[in-house]
């Protein structure tokens, strides 16, 4: 293990992100995972600051056995003309417990003179204060020199005075911020180097994103000499977010052969993301470096006939190192390669099978060309592909007719019937359905003349249905392309339906999405 700190501020910078509103209880369990992930540091809050973070505080005490990573507690140097000591929120901070304590400062000469409304003399002072009585508390002490580039750029001997004053008082390590986030991965190599050579102090980073080379920079400042790297989980944070702490450490583990997290744990980082997203309730971001879905997903029939030579010849590291998958994507960008490495996903030998293969491409980029799209139902394509190698469709029920009507009473809210006829189980069937709209009124329907026959069906549930109506443009009459999302509880799959109704289209994909809920049962046609 080298000297470096990985420093995760997910819980304070990453919940100042516009619509994320963290409880405690949410706090908690993010901080859980992020001891697994195996963090050096999790700053929990700013104690003091609100209710929410004293508690989070006071109940991690109680709660929280960290197995690897430290509690760290932020907040602010004192007010101006105020003694350390007696600060409310300083003594928050003692409060809080936490083992570290991390403390914001200015270093930005306007910052102080306009912002904080001080003198430069007096900001050393509570620099220096603040510091001096938390560590002679029994505190490790950790300084965040906020708008430190800028203010290193404006002057130069001031930031850095603030820099010596921490470190001279007891801060552990001092972290240059770039807080507007508008620095570039050269500006921050030379000043933390400048920085490093005009201090002695251990020096750490913290970036934003406003150039989107948060990730970027703090790699630049490890490599001029930083050995503290803050950053958030998903790079969550203040307007376009931190540094991505997962991209953060996987580059430096994976690229650069500093290993800071036990490989082991690394080999979590995308479940761990995926779960904090959960908790967080904002969605994973499907391109995220590393840990995003499409991270190790391929489309294009030229890699996958690489691939399936060689998987390294189409990705930069191996998949498994972060926890996740290479997929292969369906398409009118997939070649024969691609079906058969898709095939071998989905469990079919399909190498030699060079008729079989061409006709499912050729199938597969005309039904695109009519509106269809594979790499997003990925359940749709599975069943053409077993029909294509079962040489039919596979076909739980005969539709005989379905009709769905809507209508409102009284100006009352709109209300769908739906009506299905069919064949299920050697019986003819005709059941109706009500919703709050046609594809409601028809999924009922649908499900409640199969229960008969396959009462398996109970424990789908259509969770999400997305329409978009594609123009004329796209090669052919305007048509509706629907996806919907069905889950059995603990997985989920996505077919696919396009009609110049949308009605038509919303059955298409809804068949689709019930007959592969029963397929991927094991549930035999009866
Ligand atoms: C770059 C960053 O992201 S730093 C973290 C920022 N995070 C947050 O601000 C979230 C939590 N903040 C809060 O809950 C509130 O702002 C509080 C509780 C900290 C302060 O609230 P209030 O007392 O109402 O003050 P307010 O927010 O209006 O202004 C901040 C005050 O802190 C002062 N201040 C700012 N930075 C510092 C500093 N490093 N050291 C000492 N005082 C500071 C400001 O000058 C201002 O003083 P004033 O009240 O005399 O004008
Ligand atoms: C401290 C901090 O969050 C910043 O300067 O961006």
Redesign the pocket.
Known sequence: MTDLHVYDTTL??GA?QEGLNLSVADKLDIARHLDELGVGFIEGG?P???PKDTEFFALAQRELSLRNATLAA???????GTVAADDP?VRALLDSGAPVVT????SHVR?VET????TLAE?LA?VRD?VAFLHGEGRRVFL?A??FFDGYLADRDYALEVLRTAAEAGAEVVAL?D?NGGMLPPQVGDVVAEALAGTQARLGIHCHNDTGCAVANSLAAVAAGATHVQGTINGYG?RTGNADLLTVVSNLQLKLGQPIVPEQRLREATRIAHAISEVTNVPPYSRQPYVGASAFAHKAGLHASAIRIDADLYQHTDPMAVGNDMRMLVSDMAGRASIELKGRELGYDLSGETELLSRVVEKVKDLELRGYTFDAADASFELLLRAEVEGERLSYFDVESWRVITDSRDAGEAVSEATVKLVAGGARVVATGEGNGPVNALDHALRQALSGAYPELDKLELIDFRVRILDAAHGTDAVTRVLIETSDGSTSWETVGVAPNIVEASWIALVDGVTYGLLRQGIPVR
């Open positions: 304070r910078d100042q700013w003091g600051a609100n932020f907040g602010s140097t004192r007010r101006a929120m403390l914001v400062a200015k910052h912002a904080l409304r001080t900001n509570m603040t965040d906020e708008h911020c807080t203040e």
